[in-house]
């Protein structure tokens, strides 16, 4: 649905949001003036409409106001989650919320390696209050690879291309990406309430180990390169360090040799491990540790 309200909220770009919110009560008025038609409660009139007509309405005033959120937020996709979020609440608030082991979304990660294939990056997730991959919920129209090629640029600021072994080709059809790993986890989300995440891990490699330090002060409060070793100095899930390790050790036998490192000043070549530092983002001192 959202991706359609994207298409309408760019055809109607030109009319200003205070317009659009207008618009919302006249369709509110027609919903009165349908119902009032199927019920017949104009003596004059009698009945002049179907309830075909007052659902359509109601439709109506329902698609008006996704395309006021949308040009509210900018964003197709932000008005989306701030929709999910609301039913969530409501639902939630109702009683209706159904056992987290129902609940599945569908989301992916990047594992992004750097080109020496020692340190993966982490972004502090301002949500959670852990360290993770860069990742979030597939959009609409979405291959899992996309969405996870997608998420390191917004998050972080980087490029990034999957990483896959040898895939084979059956014409026509298009083959795509196959995740490193699916992984599902429970989702601690203060918003949404508890769900189930099944996530899609790929292995991404950046095409340089420098941070670009633009990151999404919504969702990312740092990023930083870090070996699996180091993970465990950081607030992370218990499986990050050894998916990680597998992660590179992985790149290292299929993404091709290592470039050669960079001198440091007095000619000795950068250490391992040290490839970058931390990157935070505007209105965070420090590069962010463990919470």
Not at 57 to 82: C, F, H, S, Y
Not at 91 to 117: C, E, F, K, M, Q
Not at 134 to 143: F, Q, R, S
Not at 237 to 262: K, S, Y
């Amino acid at each position: 649905m959202w991706d359609q309200v994207g298409r309408l909220h760019a055809y109607h770009g030109d009319v200003a949001v205070e317009f659009r919110l207008l618009k919302l009560t006249e369709e509110v008025g027609e919903v009165a003036n349908a119902f009032i038609g199927v019920r017949g409660l104009n003596r004059r009139k009698g009945v002049y409409a179907t309830q075909d007509e007052l659902l359509g309405e109601l439709a109506d005033v329902m698609l008006t106001a996704a395309v006021a959120m949308a040009g509210i937020t900018g964003d197709a996709r932000k008005a989306g989650e701030a929709f999910r979020q609301r039913l969530a609440a409501v639902v939630g608030r109702a009683g209706l919320d159904a056992p987290p082991s129902a609940v599945r979304h569908w989301t992916a990660s990047a594992i992004v390696v750097n080109p020496h294939y020692d340190q993966v990056l982490l972004i502090d997730h301002v949500k959670s209050g852990l360290w993770l991959f860069p990742g979030g919920h597939v959009d609409a129209g979405e291959t899992l690879a996309e969405t996870a090629i997608r998420e390191v640029r917004e998050e972080t600021g980087i490029d990034a291309e999957v990483v896959t072994g040898p895939m084979p080709a059956y014409d026509p059809v298009i083959m795509h990406p196959v995740p490193f790993a699916v992984i599902e986890a429970t989702a601690a989300d203060p918003v949404n309430g508890p769900h189930q995440h099944v996530d899609g891990l790929f292995i991404c490699r950046a095409a340089a180990a420098e941070l670009p330090g633009r990151l999404d002060p919504r969702e990312v409060s740092g990023a930083r390169w870090v070996s699996p070793g180091q993970m465990r100095e950081l607030a992370v899930p218990a499986e990050l360090p050894a998916i990680a390790e597998d992660a590179l050790a992985w790149a290292a036998r299929n993404a091709g040799p290592a470039p050669a490192r960079p001198p440091q000043p007095d000619g000795r070549a950068v250490p391992r491990g040290f490839a970058n530092s931390d990157v935070p983002s505007a209105g965070n001192p420090g590069a962010g540790g463990a919470r």
